[in-house]
């Protein structure tokens, strides 16, 4: 059998990306989301997600970019004074793989962000980390312990197969080869990665797909991916949303490129193609 969670990452960055992320899921084939505790919207995606309990909602944690939910004076190596993360995620690995950041900051950060989502009435389904930050060793060391603590059990492994990311973003120019090498890189740590979620019992889907397509997944770009989606678990990461002001202030790499995804969600094609390839939409819930 071949069963596919669809998540859209960034859910509480802007009312936009909210309001996109519930149509794809009314509308469309989209099945889950992760959460941004830190989002400026947050409030209105919780309000959202309570009233679609069908949209898996897990944690889309945050060590880059915005401000922390802890207090800075108490992850003095992670945040800056005024609270606000490492800019960028290579600030962030350099600062963390040199040993500039604590695991104890990190560890007071992520807790605090999960907690958040907890008190706001929201169970998270599972974790994911914007940047995918969590596949530095340090990180997820870190974020295991914290997850063995909540009770969560399912975190993304965003380890791609590359042959599969480059047939699906094939014909897609330049930024294809930047995302083809962030989807090696990710690959170069992917040994630790397995190690330390079986040492602390973490499940993940069995394969992954989107990473090198990230911000390119139109509806037939999304319909070759779904082609490539082998029997057992997918997880296929996706970016959907509606540009307006709101994004274009977040300073998002990802504009138009939301708007695009959104559209291959809610295109009758991509619903076909669930269909025709007997593919079983599931959230994370589901997942083993």
Known sequence: MKEVILNADDFGLTRGINEGIIRAHREGILTSATLMATGPAFDDAVARAKSDPGLGIGCHLVLTGGIAVSPPEKIPSLASRDGRLPPSLGVLVTKV?????????????????IEKIRR????????????????????MGVLARVLRDFGIKR???????LGDSWATTRGDGAGRFKDLA?????????FRFRAISKRYGLRSPEHFLGLAATGRLGAEALCRLLDTVPKGSTEIMLHPGICDADLARTGSRLQQQRQLELEALLAPEARRAVADRGIRLITYRELN
């Open 97 to 113: 793989t040199s040993g500039q950041v604590r695991d104890e900051d990190i560890e007071t950060e992520l807790r605090a962000q």
């Open 120 to 139: 706001a009435g929201i169970e998270p389904t599972h974790v994911d980390t914007h940047k995918h930050t969590h596949v530095h060793p340090r990180v």
């Open 155 to 161: 975190v993304r492994n965003p380890v791609e197969n």
């Open 182 to 190: 962030a989807s090696s890189a990710v690959r170069s740590v992917a």
